[in-house]
């Protein structure tokens, strides 16, 4: 029996009630009965686990989360929930596969850890962990709950026997008319479909805009005519909304109730549009399309849904990985699998969303065509404009990642630099002649050849900017570093050197940030957080540099070094904001937390600018990209005392 929707809203609101007042049990029931009136819904099954849970009733609640996944296999709460009870009830197989299944999900939380946490306790306890079930409530209060509990599960039993049923008739409808996979995406054919999006979950319309209500947001794509089938398939997405992270995935659901499902993660265009070009190998039943993970308002600007074939699709994925799809190509022409070509085409096109990371740049490291205008403005009012020198040197290797390098000195909004650009006498003349054209007479860019610029020295001797900075072939300025540079110093006047934050970037996705404090010498004695983000005021660049060796070879940890030993703290400064990214991280370092390696020779600069201030200190190279800094203990040595605030208190200790 159903209830009025009114009088289950004002059940499941005294149902809150009783949760905020940490009355589990009561609250329990209450909001099973809300489940059993009304319709179910992974979100109602996981409140009510949460209930069970707190209450002790442990195995209800491991069943009404497993419910909540029958409901919704996208709902990442249930199995985030299920995984942290079976880890705490020492079920710790079943725990980690569950956080194995939740991390396969499109915007997973972050589960890394708990997952290599998991496989280590494993290795050590064995599958056999021990498990605690027990409940320590007892009582008429416990009996009811329990109770509704029991017919809430055989009822979604029955439920979930049905749907199993009605799937199993549909297993196979998975290639329609009998044909063969090969042969569907042989007939494929170009066409647009008449979809529309509706507002599913979580959505409202206001003011002409959609609104987002919670980080969850939903809509159905309702296809009109004839339907999306097996085959490769396009889809296109156009939004724009303020304070908003969109992070658009298609949902393809085969079966009912979402218990087998896939997903395409839309891959960002730039302005607001994304598009994913996948392979279905199943008949469609539902499609559903989650656009954003923040609340907010936002507009739809443009979608569309086509059928396409492999011919559209290679060239998708050739725009991607040229040589990855130039690969796939080979391989068909070799074995003439057009299903192994398919798959191979599918996984250069599959785009694994954005990251924790990702998502952290587009919340608080997007400029906005209005940032951009504004920080133009500001520049018209500054009273001086110092330039700013930039050095790359590139050899035949490094070419084709140099010109990169050098468009992003081009798109900068402060104009007032100059690039050296030393060559390598072998690097080949049609990589020359592209780094000609890219500088396109503009004066800004002063090219040499290496044997004419015999060391460092003698190019910092050459360059007329106010500061200076090292540049590695391959790695990029963001538009605006040297606005936020000339603007750091304008602030601060009294900086000499200054750094930023950096991230690596590959196949234009960021990723692996590097977030640095403040001056720390212990720290930068111990890895060189510093890296090659760095502005050194040019005379003491000229004057720290050392006489001897190439651009090539000079490594700016050594230029730090000597810089912090003629510099107090207040003159080393630091830009909280990633403007710096490293082009080639793969030959820089294994670790993308420390990426670059404390080598034998960096160790010994350390060890020699310990020396040249008199300091008495040995070193050592530890793992994991580290120098040891030994300090000698005084003597006679000091006292030292440990203060223990936590006398008596046992469990904190």
């Given amino acids: 029996m159903s209830l009025h929707q009114a009088a289950l809203t004002e059940m499941t609101a005294r149902a809150d009630r009783?949760?905020?007042n940490r009355q589990w049990?009561?609250?329990?029931?209450?909001?099973?009965?809300?489940?059993?009136?009304?319709?179910?819904?992974?979100?109602?099954?996981?409140?009510?686990?949460?209930?069970?849970?707190?209450?002790e009733l442990f195995e209800a609640a491991i069943r009404a989360y497993e419910f909540a996944i029958h409901c919704d296999g996208t709902y990442p709460d249930a199995r985030l929930h299920l995984a942290h009870l079976f880890k705490r009830l020492g079920q710790l197989s079943n725990a980690l596969a569950t956080f194995e299944a939740l991390s396969a999900l499109p915007l997973s939380p972050p589960v890394e850890q708990e997952i290599a946490g998991l496989r280590v306790s494993l290795m050590q306890a064995g599958p056999n962990a021990p498990t605690n079930l027990g409940t320590r409530n007892e009582g008429m209060e416990t009996a009811t709950c329990l109770a509704g509990f029991s017919r809430l599960q055989g009822r979604e039993e029955i439920r979930i026997a049905e749907i199993n049923e009605r799937n199993g008739q549909r297993d196979g409808e998975a290639t329609p008319f009998g044909l063969s996979m090969v042969e569907i995406l042989r007939l494929a054919k170009e066409r647009s479909l008449l979809a529309r999006l509706n507002p599913k979950a979580h959505l409202v319309i206001r003011d002409n805009k959609f609104v987002a209500t919670t980080k969850e947001?939903?809509?159905?794509?309702?296809v009109e005519g004839e339907q999306l089938r097996?085959?490769?398939?396009?889809?296109?997405?156009?939004?724009?909304?303020t304070a908003m992270v969109f992070t658009p995935v298609l949902y393809v659901e085969p079966r009912a109730e979402?218990?087998?499902?896939s997903t395409f993660n839309l891959r960002p265009q730039g302005n607001g549009k994304f598009r994913a070009v996948g392979l279905l190998e199943d008949a469609v039943l539902r499609l559903r399309l989650d656009p954003a993970s923040t609340e907010g308002s936002f507009v739809v600007n443009a979608f569309s849904l086509r059928q396409i074939g492999m011919a559209s699709s290679f060239r998708h994925a050739r725009r991607i990985d040229r040589d990855a799809a130039r690969a796939a190509l080979t391989d068909l022409r070799t074995h003439r699998s057009s299903n192994r070509f398919a798959h191979d085409l599918a996984k250069i096109l599959s785009y694994p969303g954005r990251d924790a990371y990702e998502t952290w740049i587009a919340k608080h490291d997007t400029v906005s065509d209005e940032d951009l205008a504004r920080f133009r403005r500001a520049v018209?009012?500054?009273?001086?404009?110092?330039m700013i020198s930039a050095v790359v040197s590139i050899s035949s290797e490094t070419a084709e990642r140099g010109e990169e390098t050098l468009r992003s000195l081009k798109r900068q909004i402060y104009e007032n630099w100059q690039l050296h650009v030393v060559l390598a006498r072998d690097?080949?003349?049609?990589?020359?002649?592209?780094?000609t054209s890219l500088q396109e007479n503009d004066t800004r860019f002063i090219t040499t050849f290496a044997e004419e610029d015999k060391t460092a020295q003698s190019l910092l001797n050459a360059c007329d900017g106010r500061f200076v900075i090292f540049l590695s072939a391959g790695d990029i300025l963001a538009p605006i570093a040297l606005y936020k540079l000339v603007e750091h110093h304008i602030a601060k006047p009294m900086s000499k050197l200054i750094y930023s934050d950096e991230d690596a970037i590959e196949n234009q996705r960021r990723h692996s940030p590097l977030f640095k404090p403040d001056w720390d010498p212990d720290y930068f004695y111990a890895t060189n957080y510093v890296g090659r983000s760095v502005a050194f005021e040019t005379?003491?660049?000229?004057?720290?540099?050392?006489?001897?060796?190439n651009l090539a070879n000079l490594d700016t940890q050594e230029l730090v070094l000597r810089a912090a030993e003629v510099l107090s703290p207040d003159e080393i400064t630091h830009i909280p904001r990633v403007l710096y990214h490293r082009g080639s991280p793969a030959k820089t370092s294994g670790s993308p937390l420390l990426p670059y390696p404390m080598t034998e020779a960096r160790r010994q600069a350390v060890e020699d600018s310990l020396r040249r201030q008199g300091r008495r200190a040995n070193t050592s190279t530890l793992p994991g990209n580290l120098c040891r800094v030994i300090w000698p203990v005084p003597d006679p040595a000091p006292l030292v005392t440990l203060i223990i605030p936590t006398r008596d208190y046992a469990d904190l200790l």
């Fill in 427 to 435: 690097v080949p003349q049609n990589s020359q002649d592209a780094i």
């Fill in 217 to 222: 947001p939903q809509f159905s794509v309702i």
């Fill in 258 to 261: 979402w218990s087998r499902f």
């Fill in 380 to 386: 018209d009012r500054w009273r001086t404009r110092p």
């Fill in 18 to 20: 009783l949760r905020d």
């Fill in 539 to 549: 005379g003491l660049a000229q004057s720290c540099c050392p006489s001897f060796g």
């Fill in 230 to 241: 097996p085959g490769w398939f396009s889809i296109e997405l156009e939004v724009s909304g």
């Fill in 25 to 55: 049990l009561a609250a329990a029931t209450l909001y099973g009965e809300a489940l059993e009136h009304g319709k179910p819904s992974a979100e109602g099954w996981v409140q009510y686990a949460h209930m069970l849970k707190e209450a």
